[in-house]
């Protein structure tokens, strides 16, 4: 199977943040949920492999390609969904969209104004004027007009109410429908992922955790709760992450059945993404 992105030993310090080292991989005909908490690295590793910032060691290949020497046939294949939008906010959407469509080879102007009228949007309406949730709608019209084969989000999500969301989903699915499509969807409303994402990548404080594929994930993984009078030593040591009460306890682990065994009385039920990414970030729910 080919790769959309390749990324080895991928380095970028800022102050006292880095991204250290850094490698994964994006398959073809794949989407890749990137995952981790604010601050963990998701916006810079994404800026680091679109050279939208300096890297400061390693390498970042798209279908084999380095992008300083095939830059504008692999930009010619990505769509581009930032946070921030990176538009110029004195523009119309109309007027940034004359500006972007010429960078592509193949726009399709009939394909962006049926994606701008399904997201309710006005080209004749200033950028400035747009909520958070607008301009990601609006990029992500942009980013499906020009018959792309990847993908890149960064947090394309955040501020859209759980309508929107879930037609925004229904896009990236369609989107999949294509031979030779792929995603990398950086996230931290993991629940947006357990519909659509085939793989998962975890970041946290600049390192990948894990890599991989979402079923597996979470076949693998199970919260378990008990009475806090049948946990023993042996049951703790099973989890990735306990938490106890006076009278309880849960935790996340991946001996379920071995716990079972030793803990007649423990209740077994599926792991969401959430208590997975929590369990190997240490964190806690909010």
């Not at 994964?24 to 994404?46: L, M, Q």
């Not at 960078?103 to 399904?118: C, L, T």
């Not at 709608?137 to 960064?154: E, F, G, R, T, W």
């Amino acid at each position: 199977m080919q790769n959309a992105i390749e990324v080895a030993g991928l380095k970028k310090y800022y102050g006292n943040f880095c991204l250290n080292e850094i490698s994964f991989t994006v398959p073809d005909n794949c989407i890749t949920g990137f995952i981790g908490a604010n601050g963990a690295g998701k916006s810079t590793t994404i800026r680091a492999i679109l050279r939208l910032i300096r890297t400061d060691g390693g390498t970042v290949r798209f279908w084999g390609m380095e992008l300083d020497r095939h830059e504008q046939e692999i930009k010619d294949r990505i769509g581009v969904v930032l946070d921030d939008g990176a538009f110029y906010d004195h523009l119309t959407m109309a007027q940034m969209k004359s500006i972007l469509a010429p960078a592509y080879s193949a726009w399709d102007e009939k394909a962006f104004r049926a994606n701008m009228e399904f997201f309710s949007l006005d080209p004749k309406q200033k950028i400035a004027t747009l909520s958070k949730g607008m301009r990601a709608k609006y990029a992500l019209a942009l980013a499906l007009s020009h018959n792309a084969d990847l993908l890149i989000m960064d947090e394309p999500t955040s501020g859209l109410d759980p309508l929107v969301r879930r037609e925004f989903m229904d896009l990236i699915l369609d989107f999949m429908k294509k031979d030779g499509k792929s995603v990398l969807f950086s996230t931290h409303n993991v629940s947006d992922l357990e519909r659509v994402a085939d793989m998962l990548l975890l970041i946290h404080k600049g390192n990948i955790v894990f890599q991989a594929e979402k079923d597996a994930l979470l076949d693998g993984h199970k919260l378990v709760r008990g009475k806090k009078s049948e946990l023993t030593e042996e049951i703790k040591k099973l989890f990735l992450t306990l938490n106890e009460t006076e009278y309880a306890f849960e935790g996340v682990t991946q001996h379920a059945g071995q716990i079972k065994s030793l803990c007649a009385g423990a209740v077994v039920e599926r792991a969401t993404i959430e208590d997975i990414m929590f369990a190997y970030v240490g964190g806690e729910k909010e």
